[in-house]
């Protein structure tokens, strides 16, 4: 690790973090007290102790570190979620206008009023997706309107995604819809929401000057506002593995930050007489700087822009300093600025994936011999050669973590990378000078080359997406899947010499684990509307249509690209939509759906051995019969369920088995095993 010193503290911080998520309880004071107390204790002992124990002084100071602003951010952030299912009158100022992922507009609201709800239990903030309501809104105004609201969702599984987690971080504390009229209640305040006005102005304008996709899509990397964007141009991105160029992340800004840089350092150098008197390299990282800042706070502030501001500020910085920019030191810092402000966004994925294309960039072209390279490669054919490696190393660091986020592998996102990211540079570098150039109505040539590039970009992507093959699904991995493989990057990265091949040991093991992941045989959604069952064919549903969000959870999962419907019509379940019963290993269960009379329970109950019921009821209606109830009660207690099935045995996997903050007061369920004979479970 000659030459690497300091570099590998981060992977300590994150692993910290990474422990503190994992917790399996809440810690309280008295755990944030010993780790403070044991950090300072630290410090002091590396300040004035032995050198010989530095090495361990340090690894311990960063785990306690890391706990430590973990557990301060998850306190500092704490804010009402709602406790029950409303419906009523909504009244809150507009922060937010996007699409959600059935492409319905939505708007989040801060300064919320809920009828008959007192502040200290009303949600911070809300975000509603309005459907049938077109746009005609701005940040800023005041609204009113009907609305039906809950808290956010947790896992659609164990081991998913955790929505009501991320909810919780950004003091989200409901999420619905309305199908109503949104009435406006008042104008903006003077002063109030200004960037984010302006956002939806400069977007609005964009839009209305480049007309259509290519419009929305210069607006999502110019802005950040992606509202206009739609779902079919989405997922053609995604398919062809071009999404990440809507995510304002290290490669948006370093093209317009680079130009920046660039136009002004060699603009000062054709003024001679400027030029002799000022430093124009550091005039330009100044000006960079700013417009850096700008470019963040207009685009909405989101990880991946985090990151890369922070990545710029810290290149920048080295300009000023006259020190080398890229280096591993300096992503090392950008990373742990970003998890002491952001614990959370370790698990979020633009944070693993921009932070892992740009190690893997710097560290591949760190190990190259560019002078070798140069004196082989002719000089027309080495920004070719550049483009390729960059394209081919960020796709090896990336496909890991695209893969278990999005469930997918893009086969030709290579190809459409090659043919998109040289013309990307030309759209951002276009922006930059329509902007500059607009105040003056000399914007018109920046937008026809803007609008150009957009369309080439979008072009290929609709190309690749509807390549034959163009997308593998993958199954969801293991839970210890991704650690394994993080850690192998880490060890191949920061060591040196023969001992980094014994990074090859976790890298097989994580991508066998991996091969090897079993999905869960019966999968029940949290409300109880939905049960999957896993068969020969696939995931089938209990449900045509309903639970959408979860349905299209599972299915990911299970690397299925069948649709809800798809699913529904699959071999597994049958009888009519009010009790679709099915078998798995003898066992047989029945999903029961709309108003259940009593008798038609107990009658369910004596012909299956699971019966699953999207409403409360008492047990002992039911209890001679002795069947396993999942109703409602139950489900508000475990969450969704995952069960594995035996012949003899089943096995409970509820999603809530900790008890942590974004969990609130919710009550919590442990594993369990239910063996034959059977009596019923009663939830207390």
């Known amino acids: 690790m000659a030459g690497r010193n300091g570099i590998w503290l981060w992977p300590l911080r994150v692993l910290a973090i990474a422990i503190w998520f994992a917790l399996p309880f809440e810690p309280g004071l008295t755990f944030y007290i010993v780790c403070l107390v044991g950090f300072l204790g630290l410090v002091a002992a590396y300040l004035w102790g032995p050198e010989l124990a530095h090495p361990v002084m340090v690894i311990l100071a960063c785990l306690l570190a890391g706990a430590l602003a973990a557990g301060a951010r998850a306190h500092l952030v704490a804010a009402p979620m709602l406790e029950f299912r409303y419906y009523g009158a909504v009244q809150g100022r507009i922060i937010e206008i996007d699409r959600s992922q059935s492409d319905a507009l939505r708007i989040t609201l801060d300064q919320v009023v809920l009828q008959a709800v007192p502040p200290d239990k009303t949600p911070l903030m809300v975000r509603i997706s309005l459907h049938g309501q077109k746009a005609g809104f701005d940040p800023g105004q005041v609204v009113l309107l009907t609305a039906s609201l809950a808290a956010p969702e947790g896992p659609a599984e164990p081991g998913g995604f955790d929505f009501r987690r991320m909810a919780y971080f950004k003091r989200l504390g409901a999420v619905g819809y309305t199908r109503s009229p949104v009435l406006l209640w008042a104008e903006p305040a003077a002063g109030t929401q200004v960037i984010n006005r302006l956002r939806t102005r400069l977007s609005a304008a964009l839009m209305a000057t480049v007309p259509g996709d290519a419009g929305a899509f210069s607006s999502g990397v110019m802005t950040g506002d992606r509202s206009g964007i739609s779902l079919a141009t989405v997922q053609a991105l995604r398919d062809s593995n071009l999404a990440h160029l809507l995510a304002i992340s290290g490669m948006n800004m370093a093209f317009l930050t680079g130009f920046v840089f660039v136009l002004l350092r060699y603009g000062l150098a054709l003024i001679p007489p400027l030029a002799l008197r000022v430093n124009s390299k550091k005039i330009a990282a100044v000006v960079a700087f700013g417009v850096a800042l700008f470019y963040l706070l207009l685009s909405g502030a989101n990880v991946a822009t985090e990151r890369a501001f922070l990545m710029v500020c810290v290149m920048l ?27 959370e966004s370790l698990a979020e994925p633009g944070f693993q994936l921009s932070f892992a294309a740009t190690v893997v960039l710097i560290a591949g072209f760190g190990a190259l011999d560019r002078q070798i390279l140069r004196e082989r490669l002719p000089r027309w054919l080495m920004p070719v050669f550049t483009l390729l490696l960059t394209s081919v190393l960020a796709g090896i660091a990336t496909a890991p973590y695209a893969a278990a986020t999005f469930n997918r592998f893009t086969d030709y996102g290579l190809l459409a990378n090659l043919l998109t990211v040289p013309v990307m540079s030309a759209l951002m570098a276009a922006g930059a000078v329509a902007a500059l150039l607009a105040p003056i109505g000399l914007a ?119 649709t809800q419907q798809l699913a529904f019509g699959r071999a597994g379940f049958s009888g009519p939509k009010a009790a679709r019963a099915f078998e798995v290993e003898g066992w047989r269960g029945i999903a029961l759906a709309g108003k259940v009379a009593p008798e038609a329970l107990r009658a369910a109950c004596a012909a299956a051995d699971l019966v699953v019921l999207p409403a409360a009821i008492e047990p002992v209606d039911v209890a001679a019969d002795g069947c396993l109830l999942v109703d409602r009660k139950m489900l508000d207690r475990t969450g969704a369920l995952a069960i594995s099935v035996q012949a003899d045995q089943l096995t409970l996997h509820p999603t809530r088995t900790a008890p942590r903050l974004w969990m609130a007061d919710r009550p919590i369920w442990q594993n369990r095993r239910l063996s034959k004979p059977r009596a019923l479970v009663a939830v207390q």
């Not at 300009?319 to 952001?342: I, Q």
């Not at 609008?451 to 609709?462: D, F, G, N, P």
């Not at 210890?480 to 023969?498: D, K, S």
């Open 317 to 343: 910085g080295a300009v000023l300093f006259d020190r080398r920019a890229l280096t591993l030191r300096s992503v090392a810092l950008a990373a742990v600025v970003l998890l002491l402000m952001e614990p």
């Open 444 to 562: 018109g040539p920046a937008l026809w080359l803007m609008e150009l590039s957009a369309r080439w970009i979008l072009w290929v992507a609709h190309w690749v997406a509807g390549l034959e093959g163009a997308v593998t699904p993958i199954v969801a991995p293991a839970p210890w899947v991704m650690p394994l493989l993080t850690l192998a990057g880490v060890w191949l990265i920061l060591w040196r010499g023969r001992v980094r091949w014994a990074a090859l040991a976790p890298l097989v093991l994580g991508l066998g684990l991996w091969i090897g992941t079993e999905r869960p045989q019966l999968l029940i959604s949290s409300d109880g509307t939905l049960v999957g069952l896993l068969s020969g064919d696939g995931r089938a549903l209990s449900a045509r249509r309903g639970a959408g969000f979860t349905a299209d959870a599972w299915l990911q999962d299970d690397g299925d690209l069948a």
